[in-house]
């Protein structure tokens, strides 16, 4: 079924109006094939490719935004935004978008997509470490490195995106990517986005609340559970376990 949808979208021959809705629909079902079942989304990762999508997808030109907000509803397979209620169930197409964003010409579909993955990635804790375990920091900053191409809005909200997940979560490496995105050919002359990637590095450090814990258990998949060991006891006067 998957090889087919995608061949269809390869193959047809159709004016600019019919070829949007034919894209939209496919990505309906495409979504609809996939829904709820990571099975599903697994063997669509592994014989298609959301790489090789992008690649069908941007040889059919520049996206509408109907095709922009279908690849948002597949993320959350449901109305993009009704985001509060579904979650992200499938954080493939987000990074799919965040690569498309440098070729996408109208600024005003970049700063619509760039606001929503800044709203649909930070809707919750789950959601933020769902997009750090898929390596979305590092994705954020390969399409920074394009900052030409980018409006300054779209920019700036990539930044405080970037800085909402690494305050989840943050490798050397990635902070190293960082760093080294801000350098320039001439040393007088400052990056465009030293302030905002400052700010953001910021909101990364600083730490507020209850939710600052560094390491932690992810059971929200019904199957999850912690196995421990039988110690006869247990290291130092306590130990304390916080659900």
Request: aromatic share 6%; net charge positive; with cysteine.
């Given at each position: ?59 059919l030109g520049q996206p509408s935004r109907m095709l922009l907000e279908e690849l948002l509803n597949m993320a959350v397979e ?5 985001v509060g209620i579904y979650g992200i169930s499938n954080v493939q197409p987000l990074l799919l978008l965040i690569q498309w ?143």
């Amino acid at each position: 079924c998957f090889e087919h949808l995608i061949r269809l979208l390869q193959n047809c021959r159709v004016f600019q109006e019919q070829l949007d809705c034919l894209c939209v629909s496919t990505i309906k079902a495409l979504t609809a094939v996939k829904h709820k079942s990571p099975a599903a989304k697994e063997v669509f990762k592994e014989r298609i490719g959301y790489i090789h999508l992008l690649e069908v997808l941007k040889s059919l030109g520049q996206p509408s935004r109907m095709l922009l907000e279908e690849l948002l509803n597949m993320a959350v397979e449901g109305e993009h935004a009704s985001v509060g209620i579904y979650g992200i169930s499938n954080v493939q197409p987000l990074l799919l978008l965040i690569q498309w964003l440098p070729e996408i010409v109208s600024h005003d579909l970049q700063n619509f997509i760039s606001d929503w993955l800044k709203r649909i990635c930070c809707i919750n804790k789950q959601s933020r470490t769902m997009c750090v375990n898929a390596s979305m920091v590092i994705r954020i900053i390969e399409t920074l490195t394009a900052h030409y191409s980018l409006h300054r809005i779209c920019a700036e909200n990539l930044i405080s995106l970037l800085g909402s997940l690494g305050s989840q979560s943050m490798s050397s490496e990635e902070l190293f990517h960082l760093i080294a995105m801000l350098r320039t050919n001439e040393p007088k002359n400052s990056h465009p986005y030293v302030v905002p990637v400052t700010r953001a590095m910021l909101t990364i450090a600083r730490k507020q609340g209850l939710e600052s814990a560094l390491q932690y258990f992810n059971l929200s998949h019904s199957s999850s559970g912690i196995a421990i060991p039988t110690i006869q006891k247990w290291p130092g006067s306590a130990f304390t376990f916080n659900a």
